[in-house]
């Protein structure tokens, strides 16, 4: 069996990032792109992560500055859902048409 | 099925107060099969969150029909129907019919029987009133005072089975007097039990009257005014709280009650709290009451002349007693026969139940479960 | 500590995320969605484990799964998903969101291929006993500034959120 | 393969951290069935205890004491109909309590009972603990959502706004103590419940007492905290009964609502681990600096020994007193097979080298059984809170001070 390297690392990142992308440009619920973008962070969490094996711990610092930015992002970005909600009674992102109601 | 909604078409339900993460508006139906409804209370809530916007109750799951019995009974054979209303206080009710019926036929109990029926029905009150500070106290969360107040309750319960044979539907009562002379050691029993109770009711206060969270969970809890319940007509322990000194054994004394020293606790904020202490200490006055009537109890006879088949003269009465749950009204109608033409029962907890809506509106779902523990009802008095 | 049978974990514990990223992606239910997403997020805390990174493991299931997830569930509790599922899932521009996905992913799959070199085959093994101490010795240190920088961002968020949820303040 | 297994036995390090599978999964199961057994006993020992408080007797049918009633009622759950409401998400319903128990349980990987005996000892590990417990409110969430119903998703709602509330509160009185354990020379703390344990017994102090009274607010701020994250009594009120039934799990019957109660038993003894662990000195006996020397360490190593003589004594006592008649006699028996059982645990415990691993395991046990007493006498003695309250007390008393004597700990952590 191949030995585990970074780069196995790297290409399940890559992965996950696509599959995120897919979920932002694809869906209509607004939730689930927030859980996409979710996914984008995470993919870019387990790179931080997998090159701090190489060059020292500062991927992981800065792997939880991703996730406390991620925090603030999920608390702002359902906040703003739950005003949109309240206004407009849906919950997807094409409905989202207006600059101002 | 009915739509629940539909029920609430009547009240005037502002708009929710939309504050924090806007929820639905949710109509969520309490009972008829419910822990703390009390028996089957059915109470239709209207929620904003936890916000309390209305409230309706649906009663009548109990109903008997009792009413509509005692026309088609003779006085005497309607007499231990009563104890059925108000099962936790039944000898109160037979109590109230039987004055009331006296009243018609201008007859009225020995000296002897007063002084029983006052003794029984005191014990009656601390009784019910035990059996409300346990199951409020369940609602409220604290299991453990239901079981203290089960225990001494149980001694009252022995004494009432050793007087009439029965224990939670006595007919203790007949109209006229009493049908059963005390029996051996009366006295000693219930002089025994009052000094076996004053400790124990201070237990239950240890539990409760200075625990945080009791005194969070009911001051400032179901408040009511003293006009809001003169203008619902709520009585008992619930309007003395709000500092109205109402009480029939003094406004209009009946029974033995005008010869015996006892004081009208009342309470200031009419909360669940003040409601609360009123009954605590409407206890102990009941056992000095108790205590007055078992030492001055005179000799004499137990039933006054009356005759075998009763036959009221024509017209109507009404007689009201203060029950363990406010103002019971007993309004008899007579044509002159042997059965009351009409017989309408003012029970204490229905009229008081009204007072619900107004006591829960803004407050919190957990508040309905305390305020109707507080109103104290009894469904098979509320339902008839 | 020895890794055991780490080509086995790794696969199945990157598995398990991409399989959970492509369930997010395609459930209706959001519940289900969140779902998947907790389950790729407690297997990523696994990679972490794999990673030598423990405090950043533990970091990502006590906020992510335990706090954000929670929030997203208590919004999809709170808005009306039945109606959502019955409409159209995907937006009318999908096509084109799956083209730039692929380009993106074939960039990827460029770069790495072109770029292997790059990463040394053999990992370093960093001393796991104390990552702990030496993250945060980083973060206090080096990274001060940003630490506090990210202290006032939750603040923001915090009232952000409040004020945009709230309708009357 | 022999070699395999026998090789850890005299090694002094977790299996977990020793990297030895066989053991691991030893281990585990002897945790995980210890576990079971002990929410088993506290499930008969609870509705004991709290009959008692209320002058009952509590269950007495169910064998002598009523010592078979859980399994009778295990039985019960088990072969009852498993209702699954028809508006349910049946999926997400059926996993909602798993979640609970994955949780509960899987905490138990870092808990250390004695300084070997731990499945793992995470260099994480009370991050994990916390992280790990803080997963079961998903299944909470999950439980009232899926249920399609108003009163479980008012009590979801209640219960996981209430558990992330205290979450907090509680992580704080978290960090103090693990700010105690790096006042060392080095000035370095730990977050592995071994090393938060041994820096006590270094430090020759429980937490409980350091910088007094800092130690002991932490230590109530948590022991708060801990009683309503596991929705005890009283903080019930997700289950409060008397208002929504039975919360998020109302519509939960029969094996999967066993689930629900065996998570939450379950996290009722690893939150008080975690209780023991971080201020009671873990497994550490009691008094190791006043009490010490050659003897004090024999006599406290009799203890558990003792422990279990005794209850074989107060089982026998029961033999003694159970009624003479026939109908008893099966009862009697079992009774004082279980006496004879408890005494035999006792003098096994006496055996030197037994005595010396168990101790550590007892000390821990004892001192996580006083919590678990706890938690019975809160919930016969208190009313509930209602929500806005505990609201109030989470967030406007608990934290406050939890962040305060974060503070002033770790000043005078500076100072002195």
Known sequence: MVPITTLHYLVTAAALFVLGVIGVLTRRNVVIVLMSIELILNAVNLNLVAFSRLWGLHGQVFAIFVITDAAAEAAVGLGILIAFFRNKETINVDEVDLLKW | ?384 | MEPVATPFFFYFLSGLTLLSGVLVITRKNPVHSALALILGLLAQAGLYLMLYAPFVAGVQIILYAGGIMVLFLFVIMLVNIERSQKEEQFNKQWLVGILSAGALGGLFVLVYTKGSGLFPAVMSLPVENNNTQQVGELLYGQYMFAFEIASLLLLVAIIGAVVMAKKRI | MLDYITSYLGMNTTPGQAGNVFWAVVYILVVFGGVSVAVIAMNWLERKALAHFQIRLGPMRVGPHGLLQPIADAVKLLTKEDIIPHEADRFVFWIAPLIILCASFTVYIVIPFGPTHAITDLNIGILFMLGVSSLSVLGVVMAGWASNSHYPLIGSLRSSAQMISYEIAMGMAVVTAILMTSLNKSGTGTLSMIGIVQAQQQQQIWFLFKFFPLGFISFAIFAIAMVAETNRAPFDLPEAESELTAGFHTEYSGLRWSLFMLGEYTAMIAVSSIAVTLWLGGWLRPFPNTLTGETWDLVFSLIPGFTFLGLAVIAFIGVKRMPKHPYFKIQTAGLAGFGAVLGLIGILLFIPPVRDRIQDIFWFVAKVAVFMYLYIWYRATFPRYRFDQLMKVGWKVLLPIAIGVLIVTAILGVVL
């Open chain 2, 1 to 384: 099925m009915t739509d629940p909604t539909t029920y609430l078409s009547h009240l005037e339900l502002g708009e929710p107060d939309k504050t924090f993460l806007d929820t639905n508006e949710l109509i969520i139906n309490m009972g008829p099969q419910h822990p703390a409804t009390h028996g089957v209370l059915r109470v239709i809530l209207k929620l904003d969150g936890e916000k309390v916007l209305g409230t309706e109750c649906v009663i009548g799951y109990l109903h008997r029909g009792v009413e509509k019995i005692a026309e088609n009974r003779t006085y005497t054979m309607f007499n231990p129907y009563v104890d059925r209303m108000d099962y936790v206080a039944a000898v109160s009710n037979g109590l109230g019919y039987c004055e009331a019926v006296e009243k018609l036929l201008n007859v009225e109990a020995p000296p002897r029987a007063k002084y029983i029926r006052v003794i029984l029905t005191e014990l009656n009150r601390l009784a019910s009133h035990q059996l409300w500070l346990g199951t409020h106290a369940l609602d409220i969360g604290a299991m453990t005072p239901l079981f203290y107040t089960f225990r001494d309750r149980e001694e009252i319960l022995k004494i009432f089975e050793k007087y009439c044979g029965a224990r939670l539907t006595t007919h203790a009562f007949r109209i006229g007097g009493c049908q059963y002379e005390t029996y051996e050691g009366f006295e000693q029993d219930v002089k025994k039990f009052l000094d076996f109770v004053p400790p124990r009711i201070d237990e239950y206060e240890e539990l409760l009257t200075t625990n945080r969270i009791w005194v969070e969970r009911t001051r400032n809890v179901g408040k009511i005014s003293a006009a809001d319940c003169k203008a619902l007509g709520v009585t008992g322990p619930v309007l003395r709280a709000s500092g109205v000194k109402w009480d029939i054994r003094k406004a209009l004394p009946y029974a033995a009650y005008p010869e015996f020293q006892f004081e009208i606790p009342t309470g200031a904020n009419g909360d669940t709290y003040d409601r609360y202490m009123v009954r605590m200490q409407e206890m102990r006055q009941s056992l000095r009451i108790i205590r007055q009537a078992v030492e001055g109890i005179p000799e004499g006879p137990i039933m006054a002349k009356v005759p075998k088949v009763m036959k009221p003269p024509v017209g109507e009465v009404y007689h009201s007693i203060e029950a363990p749950k406010g103002e019971l009204g007993y309004f008899v109608v007579s044509d002159g026969s042997t059965q009351p033409y009409r017989v309408r029962v003012r029970p204490p907890s229905f009229v008081n139940l009204q007072a619900l809506d107004v006591m829960v509106r803004g407050q919190l779902v957990a508040d309905v479960i305390a305020v109707i523990g507080t109103l104290d009802i009894v469904l098979g008095e509320v339902d008839r």
